[in-house]
Structure formats: structure tokens, C-alpha cells
């Protein structure tokens, strides 16, 4: 039976997932070993299914839909992949933590820096609110693998799939695999 | 010259007096991770990445100072210190900003060399994220305070090399930071003559060239001892 195989895009610059896409011909590989059964870059689907058995999650936790979703991730994911150093450091979304809150993060950026015309973004139920701190995923959830990298290269990433799809751990050592940045 | 045998992983070695056990180890090809260790800078065993464990001895002690003795037994690589030494790198990136992405030091850093050499593929301590200054006063070089991770060579290459001594450590705990001069902005500190060394020895990103941008910078700390060696054979040019 297939895999069932998800990807999802939280806190990050979507490098992640455009690393992923440079995997080229080996996705047509990977899309005959696994059903895509999420993901922003090869799926439609807007809700996170059941009995999923990996999913790559890219991006660290920054506002209520991060959350959100990362707790209904790991509820029905079997293996819970951190992609990337946003999901495992919180990387460069974390560095507003500095700044200690949402709401300074909110002035610095749409009064202190704006050009006279300003106004903080007020959208109940359409702009998720910012959480205080910017976390990496398992300060939240348990995570079953680390796949570090600002992105994780596209070899990188099939390195780690390729066992991972066989139901071997990846070998995760060397700057080829860990190497952060 | 008197010579003592002591076993390094159970290799015996036969070393003169007084030298050290980190240089004894590489000496017979045994490696142990340092970062504040620099050849031509005086050791102060600030990082604590080379602790080794010796039999008799209930404390780690660190192989940048202690010096070699007879019968030592010598372990550098239990599951002990394997453990200690990831643990020692999780905590200099979870206690700083260390954004290896868009760091000047990108992929010619020291402690992201270690931190794949003990591999740490995450940290198991939670970030701080401290609030931490940039000093960008003087007019080539600029220093990161969140890319610090206190090492010192700076402060010392400074003193015991360049001898103009800019650099000191200020403050202690949480708080405690590289200064220049009397804790002022490095650009209004007369006694810097300029030289860079301070910047070709940083382990980091945290001291760097106003020129480099992203994964720019590559210092070469090994020039230090290089000049060092220089200057003690009397061999420097004009």
C-alpha cells in the first residue's frame, strides 16, 4: 500500500517547498510510491486528512493557524518530519522574538516604520493573530525527524526520503545532511 | 628534556613536560572539538568543548590547559563527553542569535562546523532570543553581539598579538559581553589600530568586514599562528 505523504507550509518563506519542487524527475518517483494526500505545492485539498503517515512540515509556529494546524498535523500524522531550519530554530521568523510580544512587533512594523499612514491590520477571523513568540515545531508537538537546512537541498531532501520510504531511518549526520543554513 | 608516558584512548605516548593534553591528542592524531583554543593565543579553556575525562579524577578537566603527567589514563571521546559537548553547543545557539541563513559566517563558521561534528540536528533546549546590540561605528569592521559566544580570542589577540588590548569582557552571567575600550562604541576607541585580527580570529560571525555580506566572510584563524611562529624565530619581514 502507498504512503500517504503530506507537506505543509507554516511560518517560512516557502524555500522549503521550493526546494522540494527541485527535486524534478525523482517527484515523479516519489509521486508513484506515495498518495499526496496535502500539501501546497501538489495537492488541492485544504483540510489535513486522517492517517497520514509522513508529512514535512516546513516553517516554525507564529500565529493561530500555525497552531492550529501543527496540533491537528501531529494528531493525525505518523511521522512528523521538522523541514527546515524555521521549523526546527524558528530561524529568521524567531528573530521578532527579541522584540518580546506581538503587539511591539505589530508597531515596529505598521506604525513605527510606516510612513505616516499606518494602522495595525484588524481582520477577526480572516488574519490569524500573531502568538507572542515565534516557536520551532517541538517546543510544541513531539517530532519524529530533523531536516535542517535554509532550504535543505533538493539531494539533501531525497537522502532523507529515500530511506525514510523504505521504513528506514535517515542516516542524519555530516554537513551534507545537518549542516544548518 | 624530560619526557612523560601517559595512554590517550588507550594509545600510549611519550610527550615533553609541560605540554598540553589537547596538543599531546593531535599531536597522535586524536581529535577534540575547541573553539576558543587558537594556536598563538594563551589557553583559557572558556568553552568547554575539549573537557576529557581522566581515570582517578572525578572532575572533567579541560585539554587546552592541563599539561601531561606521568601514568595519566586519558579518555576524549566517552558517551559522557559526546553527550556534554552536544549539550555545549545547544546551549551557545539557544543563548545567542545564531541565524546561519543570513550570517556573514554562512558555511565558514566554526561552531556550525561543530555543531555537525557532535550532531546536532536540533536543539533539545528551548531559544532565548536575548535582545542583543550590533556596534557598527567603526568605519571598516562591525561587531554582532548576537553572534557572540564569548570566546575571547578577540580580547586576546588584541592584548598578546596586536598589543593595543580594544577588546575585554564586561558584565557576567547573562549579561556578559564583549567591550571596546572603556565600554564604548568601537569606532571612538583611539587604541585600535585598524588591524582586522581580531576579525580573521573569530570563531563566528559576530566580529566581521563591513564588505561581506551573507556567507561572505572567511577568516583564517590559522594565519595567527603562523605570524606567532614568525615572531618567535625572529623571521618577520619589512
New interface residues.
Given amino acids: 500500500m502507498k504512503l500517504r505523504f503530506a507537506t505543509v507550509w507554516l511560518a517560512g518563506c516557502s524555500g522549503c517547498h521550493m526546494s522540494f519542487l527541485d527535486l524534478d524527475e525523482w517527484l515523479i518517483e516519489l509521486a508513484q510510491r506515495v498518495d499526496v494526500v496535502f500539501s501546497p505545492v501538489a495537492s488541492d485539498i485544504k483540510t489535513y486528512p486522517e492517517d497520514v503517515d509522513v508529512c514535512l512540515v516546513e516553517g516554525g509556529v507564529a500565529n493561530a493557524d500555525n497552531l492550529e494546524l501543527i496540533l491537528q498535523v501531529r494528531a493525525r500524522t505518523r511521522l512528523l518530519v521538522s523541514f527546515g531550519d524555521c521549523a526546527i530554530t524558528a530561524n529568521v521568523p524567531g528573530m521578532r522574538n527579541r522584540l518580546e510580544g506581538a503587539e511591539p512587533v505589530l508597531r515596529r512594523g505598521y506604525l513605527e516604520l510606516a510612513d505616516g499612514s499606518g494602522q495595525l491590520p484588524h481582520a477577526p477571523g480572516l488574519v490569524p493573530d500573531l502568538l507572542e513568540r515565534v516557536l520551532p515545531l517541538h517546543e510544541l508537538v513531539p517530532v519524529d525527524h530533523y531536516l535542517p537546512g535554509c532550504p535543505p537541498s533538493a539531494a539533501r531532501i531525497r537522502a532523507f526520503l529515500e530511506p525514510l520510504l523504505r521504513g528506514e531511518p535517515p542516516l542524519m549526520e555530516g554537513a551534507a545532511m545537518i549542516r544548518f543554513g | 628534556m624530560s619526557v612523560r608516558t601517559l595512554s590517550i584512548n588507550g594509545h600510549a605516548v611519550a610527550m615533553a613536560t609541560g605540554t598540553t593534553l589537547l596538543a599531546a591528542a593531535r599531536e597522535v592524531g586524536v581529535p577534540i572539538p575547541t573553539l576558543c583554543h587558537l594556536e598563538g593565543l594563551s589557553p583559557v579553556a572558556a568553552c568547554r568543548l575539549c573537557l576529557v575525562e581522566i581515570e582517578g579524577s572525578g572532575k572533567l578537566q579541560p585539554a587546552c590547559l592541563t599539561p601531561v603527567a606521568e601514568g595519566m589514563v586519558v579518555h576524549t571521546d566517552t558517551p559522557r563527553l559526546q553527550d556534554y559537548r552536544r549539550t555545549v553547543i545547544e546551549m551557545l ?1 539557544t543563548e545567542g ?1 545564531h ?5 556573514v559566517a ?2 565558514h563558521c566554526e561552531l ?2 561543530r ?2 561534528e557532535v ?5 533539545r533546549l ?2 532565548r ?4 546590540p550590533v556596534d557598527l561605528s567603526h568605519p571598516l569592521f562591525g561587531l554582532d553581539h548576537n553572534r557572540c559566544i564569548l570566546c575571547t580570542r578577540c580580547v586576546r589577540v588584541c592584548d598578546e598579538v596586536e598589543g593595543a588590548h580594544v577588546w575585554d569582557v564586561g558584565w557576567r552571567g547573562e549579561h556578559c559581553r564583549i567591550i571596546a575600550g572603556l565600554n564604548e562604541p568601537w569606532g571612538a576607541v583611539d587604541a585600535c589600530t585598524d588591524c582586522g585580527k581580531c576579525v580573521q580570529v573569530c570563531p563566528t560571525g559576530a566580529l566581521f568586514d563591513k564588505a561581506d555580506t551573507t556567507g561572505e566572510k572567511h577568516a583564517d584563524p590559522a594565519r595567527l599562528g603562523a605570524l606567532v611562529r614568525a615572531r618567535a624565530r625572529g623571521q618577520q619581514t619589512r
Fill in positions: 545557539f542569535n541565524v546561519c541563513a543570513i550570517c554562512n558555511g556550525q562546523d555543531a555537525v550532531g546536532m540536528d536540533h536543539s528551548p531559544y532570543h536575548p535582545d542583543r
